[in-house]
Nanobody, 117 residues
């Protein structure tokens, strides 16, 4: 069982930056880690993902503005968000996903990011 706790959300002006953190209660080095977001009335969508080997992929809407990284020694994943736009406003969730014959899939409780002037 892995528990995930997100932090770093808040209110920021358009064009600003935030760094989200996702701290895991257990070892995550074998997990693919992802950040998802859900705006009111919309589905939860993938924002960025980083595999156990460090490969990354991003949603088109955040490519070039957001960067996902991981520190396995600290069991923590980060999402660096730059040039924030009002449409980035959402609850951001962290996910840990592992398939080794059985599926291990864990989610955090989310952190609110609001981009507004």
């Amino acid at each position: 069982q892995v528990q995930l706790v997100e932090s770093g959300g808040g209110l920021v002006q358009p064009g600003g930056s935030l760094r989200l953190s996702c701290a895991a209660s257990g070892t995550i080095n074998r997990y693919a880690m992802g950040w998802y977001r859900q705006a009111p009335g919309k589905q939860r969508d993938l924002v960025a993902q980083i595999t156990s080997s460090g490969s990354t992929n991003y949603a088109d809407s955040v490519q070039g503005r957001f960067t996902i990284s991981r520190d396995n020694a600290k069991n923590t994943v980060y999402l660096h968000m730059n040039s924030l736009k009002p449409e980035d406003t959402a609850v951001y969730y962290c996910r840990a996903d592992l398939w080794i014959g059985l599926r291990y899939d864990y989610w955090g409780q989310g952190t609110q990011v609001t981009v507004s002037s």
